[in-house]
């Protein structure tokens, strides 16, 4: 069981829009602790997708958005392509646990 | 940008000890703190251990506490997780990753442990 929740899967049809839900608790998210998302396609390392809540980094387009408010946050991404497919994780801090670091359990992203 | 990559892994016997290693090349090693992040067959991300920049702050999951040791050598641009005890329940993959955000990720290096 993750620390941050995540629906283990969604699906869209290119074009359409999509949103991945992340949902912690007061002990991280809603601790105001920053959320990144990451992107992984199948087989290969995932790769940062935003930082800080709602931050892309060169490179990645801007289809892809998040945002954050009280104890959880959304990556939304707008224009589905089929290149998209991919899982999609969640991570941020936790002041409570040892774990420190934690992520979402992940969703997996079907382009119809 | 800088990239880093993974090396060291393979088939471990449980209970067996292995040491992965992560050479950083493209940017300033020595001011990142680094991580350990690793994939069960699967399964999603867990995080694995963390190091500072100095070696001054070190930290680990439960799971891998008093088995697992991270180190780092500035010199040498290079990050290391000696892994003793295996258990089956670590097979995994294991991927290095520069400072949170986890903006730099190796391709991984395969760990199984098994019999």
């Known amino acids: 069981q993750s620390v941050l929740t995540q629906p283990p899967s969604v699906s869209g049809a290119p074009g359409q829009r999509v949103t991945i839900s992340c949902t912690g608790s007061?002990?991280?998210?809603?601790?105001?602790?920053?959320v990144h998302w990451y992107q992984q396609l199948p087989g290969t390392a995932p790769k940062l997708l935003i930082y800080?809540?709602?931050n892309r980094p060169s490179g990645v387009p801007d289809r892809f958005s998040a945002s954050k408010s009280g104890t959880s946050a959304s990556l939304a991404i707008a224009g589905l392509q089929a290149d998209d497919e991919a899982d999609y994780y969640c991570?941020?801090?936790?002041?409570?646990?040892?774990?420190?670091?934690?992520f979402g359990g992940g969703t997996k992203l079907t382009v119809l | 940008e800088g990239q880093v990559v993974e090396s060291g892994g393979g088939l471990v016997q449980p209970g067996g000890s292995r040491r992965l290693t992560c050479a950083a090349s493209g940017f300033t090693f020595r001011i990142y703190n680094m991580h350990w992040v690793r994939q069960a067959p699967g399964k999603g991300l867990e995080w694995v251990s963390y190091i500072s920049s100095s070696s001054s702050v070190i930290y680990y999951t439960d799971s891998v506490k008093g088995r697992f040791t991270i180190s780092r050598d500035n010199a040498k641009n290079s990050l290391y997780l000696q892994m003793n005890s295996l258990r089956a329940e670590d097979t995994a993959v294991y991927y290095c990753?520069?400072?949170?955000?986890?903006?730099?990720w190796g391709q991984g290096t395969v760990v199984t442990v098994s019999s």
């Open positions: 007061t002990s991280n998210i809603g601790a105001g602790y920053d």
């Open positions: 990753a520069r400072e949170s955000p986890l903006s730099i």
């Open positions: 991570q941020s801090y936790d002041r409570n646990l040892s774990v420190y670091w934690v």
């Open positions: 800080s809540n709602n």
